[in-house]
């Protein structure tokens, strides 16, 4: 028997979690008493919803028994105390009786608010007539047996109601409608302080990401003009000192720029893809450079698809040759690798180049647009996104991406 009243206990608190958590579900509950509690459920707010939740999942089980066992022991120290104060009118197991019973019917009422206050504002003159009404019938049933007892006389026990019932009303409004007055009025200046605060939080959310959304155009705005203008410079140089292939390389920059117009204005590009940019990039410079550059790439095929801001590892590879690589008489080579380091993606550009100035590390000479558009757009793209410089053992600069992996099987590209 008693499994049996666990079981069902048990399977209506689950239930009840369930309805809580997916309110749809509320219309395949079985049962006529049971659909007709999951639809009080359903009515309640968002919130309501979430702090009943959180309050069954706390209490669910023995937690439930335990809270119960220890309202009992306080409610029956009451009904001692009663008993001492006022033994002639209340004997030991009726103001235990009593305690208990106002005891636990306030408790289920101050819940009942307490899960369910936007309604009780909604309905407050259904629900104060609910529990006048009833008071009204408790106290009259009361009299009137107490009358009958005492006299065995219909007419003084109604006397004795008409008598003691306002008194008796009054009473059960103090120590009942009162505290449920006080925790609905409390509950509802907690909701509207809530939401409140939810609405503040959204609103300041939507201003944040239409922020970060602004500086990122920006951002690309400053590096379309930025790699343009270095790109088109070289070709110039080449143009000026006579070079033979200086057509057949401005027409394959007009195909590159053709071809990569769409991933510069792309706010997410894959891995792949901005390798690939990486490496036209390079060829263009291996073609002014002649041997003096030289430069490999490592992709791992797992990370082809894993999805970085775009243009970051090329605005990396532009600041290694110009500031690095091209500045040095013997030139130098320029490697890309992509790795997973503990979970995180580690993107690796390193040059053999002139390395950092004595200045100090984690900075670049004449690299600052550069470098500061690669690190503002890794924060915006992920707080824990992190760029950092340093010498390498054999000369040269290594630079070091290190972000989240964050896998796309497709991208949209964003049209020029």
């Not at 030139?331 to 100035?357: H, W």
Request: overall charge positive; aromatic content about 8%.
């Amino acid at each position: 028997m008693l499994k049996k009243y666990t079981d069902w206990y048990r399977s209506i608190d689950e239930e009840s979690l369930r309805v809580l958590k997916h309110p749809e579900m509320a219309t395949q509950v079985q049962g006529r008493v049971r659909r007709y509690v999951a639809m009080k459920l359903v009515k309640l707010t968002p919130i309501e919803r979430q702090q009943l939740h959180d309050f069954l999942l706390k209490y669910r089980g023995a937690g439930f028994y335990i809270a119960a066992f220890k309202l009992m022991l306080l409610f029956s120290a009451i009904g001692v105390v009663l008993h001492l104060l006022l033994p002639a009118r209340f004997e030991l197991l009726k103001a235990l009786v009593f305690s208990n019973g106002l005891g636990f019917a306030l408790a289920w009422g101050l819940v009942g608010v307490w899960f369910n206050y936007r309604s009780s504002v909604r309905y407050k003159f259904k629900k104060l007539l609910l529990i006048v009404s009833t008071c009204a019938a408790g106290v009259a049933a009361g009299v009137l047996l107490a009358g009958l007892s005492d006299t065995g006389s219909m007419a003084m026990a109604f006397e004795r109601l008409l008598r003691v019932g306002g008194v008796a009303l009054l009473v059960a409004g103090l120590f009942y409608m009162v505290p449920l007055a006080i925790v609905t009025t409390w509950r509802n200046r907690q909701y509207e302080a809530l939401t409140l605060q939810l609405q503040q939080d959204a609103e300041r959310d939507r201003l944040a990401r239409e922020l970060s959304e602004s500086q990122l155009r920006l951002l690309r705005a400053q590096i379309e003009p930025h790699f343009l203008f270095n790109t088109l410079g070289a070709v110039q140089q080449l143009a000026e000192q006579g070079a033979p292939r200086a057509a057949a390389l401005t027409a394959d920059l007009i195909a590159f720029l053709r071809a990569s117009l769409a991933e510069m204005r792309s706010e997410q590009v894959s891995l792949q893809s901005e390798f690939d940019m990486v490496a036209a990039y390079l060829r263009l410079m291996q073609a002014r450079m002649g041997s003096r550059l030289r430069w490999a790439l490592d992709l791992p095929a797992e990370l082809a698809h894993a999805t970085i801001p775009s243009m970051i590892l090329l605005t990396l590879a532009e600041n290694a040759i110009k500031h690095g690589i091209e500045p040095s008489l013997r030139g130098g080579e320029i490697s890309l690798s992509a790795l997973r380091v503990d979970g995180m993606l580690r993107l690796r550009v390193r040059d053999t180049g002139m390395g950092l100035p004595e200045s100090g590390e984690d900075s670049a000479p004449g690299g600052g647009l550069g470098l500061e558009n690669v690190r503002s757009r890794l924060l915006l793209s992920a707080p824990s996104a992190s760029l950092s410089l340093r010498n390498g053992e054999e000369g040269g600069v290594i630079a070091d991406i290190v972000l989240p992996i964050k896998i796309a099987s497709s991208l949209k590209e964003a049209t020029a």
